[in-house]
Nanobody, 121 residues
Framework: QVQLVESGGGLVQPGGSLRLSCAASGSIFSINAMGWYRQAPGKQRDVVADITSGGLPNYADSVKGRFTISRDNAKNTVYLQMNSLNPGDTAVYYC???????????????WGQGTPVTVSS
């Protein structure tokens, strides 16, 4: 079974930084796009950033200039560097990946378990 394992979340003061990591493992033939989403209590899960297999990124307007998404294809890992954090960034952050398990197979969306990020003084 394919698994996405996240790390790096926690409590940080406003203006601080965190780096999230997400590694995919299991029966994987190829990984297309990967991304980060976040969800605050009672709110919709929204995309934060995503990145193509070739390394081209996209960002939500609210995080442009503060967050950087990157990936290491050899490690099946995606990262999210978060700088200048503010209380509005508080949420559970979820990793997502579009994965094909066998040659010629269908692409399927997988999710990590979520890691909480709290920005508070």
């Amino acid at each position: 079974q394919v698994q996405l394992v996240e790390s790096g979340g926690g409590l940080v003061q406003p203006g601080g930084s965190l780096r999230l990591s997400c590694a995919a493992s299991g029966s994987i033939f190829s990984i297309n796009a990967m991304g980060w989403y976040r969800q605050a209590p009672g709110k919709q899960r929204d995309v934060v950033a995503d990145i193509t297999s070739g390394g081209l990124p996209n960002y939500a307007d609210s995080v442009k200039g503060r967050f950087t998404i990157s990936r290491d294809n050899a490690k099946n890992t995606v990262y999210l560097q978060m700088n200048s954090l503010n209380p509005g960034d508080t949420a559970v952050y979820y990793c997502n990946a579009l994965i094909t398990r066998v040659p010629g197979g269908v692409q399927f969306s997988y999710w990590g378990q979520g890691t909480p990020v709290t920005v508070s003084s």
